[in-house]
């Protein structure tokens, strides 16, 4: 059983570009979790998804961030016209049910220049 | 709302030594709290967990936490440092399984 699949691990951007951040989960887990490193901090938590539902965004940014789990394919999470402040390790985590342990992806390292 | 405080961003240990690294948390709710390894450039690793239960908990590489509500702590300790261990360590708190809130890390340097 494959663990969680993020790509790309590396993403450059230049500033007012878009970043498309893939997650496939675990075989089986329908619960995926993205949460944001930035330099030199702890996680924080963005977005919970369920398949075709966002079930809770309040650590999503306003504008120009989004997150979609399609019934079909990973999940994606989206930015749009990028800054440099957005520079840091997005990490996805998944889950089979909302009350189990959720593992987590190497990462994507997203370099806005 | 919940929150997490680990003290010492870095510690220091030599190869053999103790290693402990101090969380305390902040809850409203029964937490359920955790600790996570990063090594560079890699994704978060499950150390060990308390959810219920008994309050000593071990995990893996030799690593055990003890959760104590009165303290509020969550701290993790292993007796004898490995030259392996040397990473980034990470405790969080949630009230479910899920959104956990991490602190802010701490960096083990072993010194051989």
């Known amino acids: 059983n494959a663990g969680v699949m993020q790509n790309p691990r590396h993403l450059v951007r230049r500033r007012g570009q878009e970043a498309r951040l893939r997650c496939s989960p675990m075989?089986?887990?329908?619960?995926v979790y993205w949460y944001r490193q930035l330099p030199e901090e702890g996680l924080k938590f963005m977005v919970y998804l369920q398949k075709e539902n966002i079930i809770d965004e309040s650590g999503m940014p306003k504008e120009r961030f989004s997150a979609e789990f399609p019934k079909e394919g990973p999940s994606i999470l989206r930015i749009q016209q990028v800054v440099r402040g957005d520079s840091a390790a997005y990490f996805c985590?998944?889950?089979?049910?909302?009350?189990?342990?959720?593992?987590f992806g190497q990462g994507t390292r997203l370099t806005v220049v | 709302a919940q929150s997490v405080t680990q003290l010492g961003s870095h510690v220091s240990v030599s190869e053999g030594a103790l290693v402990l690294l101090r969380c305390n948390y902040s809850s409203s709710v029964p937490p359920y709290l955790f600790w996570y390894v990063q090594y560079p450039n890699q994704g978060l690793q499950l150390l060990l967990k308390y959810t219920t239960g008994a309050t000593l908990v071990k995990g893996i590489n030799g690593f055990e936490a003890e959760f104590k509500k009165s303290e509020t702590s969550f701290h993790l300790t292993k007796p004898s440092a490995h030259m392996s261990d040397a990473a980034e360590y990470f405790c969080a708190v949630s009230a479910g399984a899920q959104k956990l809130v991490f602190g802010q890390g701490t960096r083990l340097t072993i010194n051989p």
């Open positions: 985590a998944s889950s089979p049910t909302s009350d189990t342990e959720a593992f």
């Open positions: 075989k089986g887990h329908s619960h």
